[in-house]
């Protein structure tokens, strides 16, 4: 370990060294925020397709059979709070879990419902995933805010990108802020993958772990001299610039920083990885907590396959056969997976400095239909947040009788950014300026008091 | 840069309108790996990590720590220190949050601890401490939150010090040895898949259909690679299975998968059809 660290920071003298220059945007920060004790990491959780809120944190019942499906209720660890019976392990945690039921938007398609629930921001015109036009996704604006030193990525999203029939997504990048902020993708590298189409495409994927240190410092030299013979046109960032980031990022996680130690999942005790589960959901989950406990700012999760081509893979997009599939391929490993989280961060004493937030695309349509399935639903949907001084126990709004839409307390994906900003510390009102300087406000929403 | 981070949290502190700290106590923290950050609130306060680079840290390292006072958390998880060396936090009577998981103290030192009154987290995970170390932290009059996972404290231990301070969260976690790892269930009766030989004919593009699982079993005699031949034609690499290996490969039905020697030369392919199947590959003639 220590002779890592020294061959590091020797490396470090010798070319980038600006970690340092951090102190005073964290002060500017503080200043801003209340006094209270701010999360120190952030673990997004997003159900790539759009997860049914019936068949998971608001069942119903008590609405006619068509609307409340074939599943039953179970009783929590709280008193009045009922989960779907399908999610038997989370049921046990929700003392540490507020549930949102009143999350609602207007934005019917995958590509805007998961746009405006990692940016926070409706989609304007149509968006490309590579696209510096786009709004910055939730973990690359957190992490804009965190400076945790050379050879630790501030962000990392995993297992992959997602897709919709071949084609990527825009929302998870981190769009104007620049390709510097854009989390780094990591494949997890163990458990039984998700049924379907899991694209691993991304160039960052070509990176590999593997490689000897030599090999790329000696690369890294070569690109430093190359460096100085390009020159920055209009301010704005070059491709060159793009290329600096990505490549400064990935060789700080090659060269001996204990997030390397932390992506190796062998050295995991082997009843705690059971606890996950084996499968790519459970063991991006752990991934997760050892790279927050490495000093990952922020971790973004797919807890899902990473593709919606055909339909019948591991997405939570279930327009047919739609109770089988929850009950038998995506609830039980959500449930596993997210509890043992939960688990595994209270007891190491992490959770109340890590805040996890749960995404999706929308909820699922009211009445059930003609193909056992349920559709699209972005009137009212169901969301989550445990950790980082979060109180809970708690469940804020409620969705109608039949769940069709917010009977109180409505709000919107931006007020769950505002929350998460809020949780880590940073003033939602917040301006960022793009790279050429353009001031932006990175949040709309008002926090919910759930603290 | 060692320099620079120190130039600017003397700048910084400065900003706030109050006296830097020590300018060679920073130096010294910074040299053993900490990291010093102005914790929120009003005045000098600082917050204090060795877990993350600083994991050499030893007995004698924490001296500059106390010097530094004022200190609202310490994180020292991870680092080198022992029981002796809890003497130096005797001194930070504003400590709230003190990480000592992971380390080699045990109850010999605590005694240090019981008279820090702010102290509200104690995380001592993973270490030796027992019973005897709970008896004496239940004088710690704002404790909130008390981690003791993985240590020797026992049950009458434990009931013990809820009883003394109801209030005071107490998490000792699981017990590991009791996770049962579920076995897989029996595995359900397999078609096998027609063995298609290479020619002359490119083997067709995967169509999508619905979700299923492919067995490939390699008793070719020789090293082999798995591609999945896709919607467009091109080949992308799932697997290499030694001789005799199997490889269990989740696809969608109607997908091809091709088997080409080390040297991507192919031997043959297989269709995949909507139902759990096993797929040969044969000996080579």
């Known amino acids: 370990m220590l002779s890592l660290q020294h061959s590091r920071r020797d490396f470090l003298r010798s070319s980038v060294g600006l970690a340092g220059l951090t102190i005073p945007t964290f002060l500017k920060l503080s200043a801003h925020a209340a006094p209270t004790r701010k999360a120190k990491a952030c673990i997004i959780i997003y159900t790539w397709g759009g997860m049914s809120h019936y068949e998971s944190f608001d069942p119903k019942p008590e609405a006619p059979a068509e609307f409340r499906g074939e599943f039953k209720p179970i009783k929590t660890a709280t008193p009045g709070i009922r989960f779907c019976e399908h999610l038997p392990l989370l049921a046990k945690h929700s003392d540490k879990l507020a549930i949102v039921r009143s999350v609602h938007h207007k934005q019917g398609g995958h590509q805007q419902g998961m746009y405006i629930n990692m940016t926070g921001h409706n989609p304007v015109g149509g968006i490309k995933a590579k696209s510096r036009n786009n709004w910055p996704s939730l973990a690359s604006m957190i992490s804009h805010f965190h400076h945790p030193g050379v050879g630790t990525p501030r962000a990392i999203r995993m297992p992959y990108s997602m897709y919709d029939n071949g084609t990527q997504m825009a929302g998870e990048g981190a769009g104007w802020l620049g390709a510097k902020h854009d989390p780094i993708l990591v494949r997890t590298p163990a458990g039984k993958p998700y049924g379907g189409v899991s694209r691993y495409t991304d160039r960052e994927l070509k990176l590999k772990l593997n490689l000897e240190k030599q090999r790329v410092e000696g690369r890294r030299t070569l690109l430093e001299q190359l460096e100085q013979n390009v020159s920055r046109k209009n301010g704005a960032e070059t491709e060159y610039e793009r290329f600096d980031n990505f490549r400064r990022m990935a060789a700080d996680m090659l060269l001996g920083s204990p997030v390397r130690a932390a992506y190796d999942l062998e050295k995991e005790d082997p009843k705690l990885r059971a606890l996950y589960g084996d499968h790519i959901g459970g063991q991006t989950l752990l991934l997760s907590r050892r790279l927050v406990e490495a000093g990952v700012p922020v971790v973004q999760a797919l807890c899902s396959a990473g593709d919606l081509a055909g339909g019948g893979g591991d997405n939570w997009d279930t327009h047919r056969g739609h109770f089988k599939k929850m009950k038998d391929r995506l609830l039980p490993v959500f449930d596993r997976s997210v509890s043992a989280l939960l688990t595994d961060l209270e007891m190491r004493g992490m959770l109340d400095e890590t805040l996890v937030v749960f995404l999706t695309d929308f909820g699922r349509t009211p009445k059930i239909n003609k193909n056992g399935g349920r559709d699209h639903h972005p009137g009212v949907y169901s969301l989550a947040l445990a950790g980082g001084g979060i109180r809970g126990g708690q469940i804020y709004g409620s969705s109608d009788r039949k769940g069709a839409e917010p009977a109180s307390n409505a709000c919107s994906p931006a007020d769950i950014h505002a929350t998460v900003f809020q949780a880590m510390g940073i003033d939602p009102r917040t301006e960022l300026h793009d790279v050429l300087g353009r001031p932006f406000q990175i949040c709309e929403g008002a926090p919910l008091p759930l603290f | ?285």
């Open chain 2, 1 to 285: 840069m060692e320099k620079i981070l120190l130039g600017l949290i003397l700048c910084s502190s400065l900003s706030f309108g109050v006296q830097a700290a020590d300018s060679a106590t920073l130096e010294a923290i910074k040299k053993s790996g900490g990291l010093v950050l102005p914790y929120p609130g009003e005045g000098e306060q600082w917050e204090v990590e060795f877990h993350l680079r600083g994991r050499g840290l030893t007995d004698d390292g924490l001296a500059n720590v106390a010097a530094l006072k004022n200190v609202i958390a310490l994180n020292l998880r991870d680092t080198q220190i022992t029981s002796a060396g809890l003497l130096h936090l005797k001194g930070l009577t504003k400590l709230r949050r003190l990480h000592l998981e992971r380390t080699k103290i045990g109850d010999e030192g605590i005694g240090n601890l019981v008279n820090l009154p702010d102290l509200e987290y104690l995380n001592l995970y993973a270490t030796k401490i027992t019973d005897k170390s709970l008896d004496q932290l239940a004088e710690l009059k704002n404790l909130k939150q008390l981690y003791v996972w993985q240590t020797d404290v026992t049950d009458a231990g434990v009931a013990r010090f809820k009883k003394a301070r109801p209030k005071v969260k107490i998490v000792r976690g699981l017990d590991l040895s009791k996770v049962v790892v579920i076995k897989k269930p029996e595995p359900k009766p397999m078609d096998a898949l027609k063995w298609i030989a290479a020619s002359d004919q490119k083997p067709p593009k995967s169509k999508t259909g619905s979700f299923t699982t492919v067995v490939f079993e390699n008793q070719s005699g020789r090293k082999v690679k798995l591609y999945w031949v896709e919607y467009g034609g091109g080949l992308k690499i799932y697997a290499t299975l030694n001789v005799g290996a199997t490889h269990e490969q989740n696809t969608f039905s109607d997908a091809t998968w091709l088997i080409t020697d080390e040297k991507d030369k192919p031997i043959g392919y297989f269709i995949s059809t909507a139902k759990l199947a096993k797929a040969v590959i044969p000996k080579a003639k």
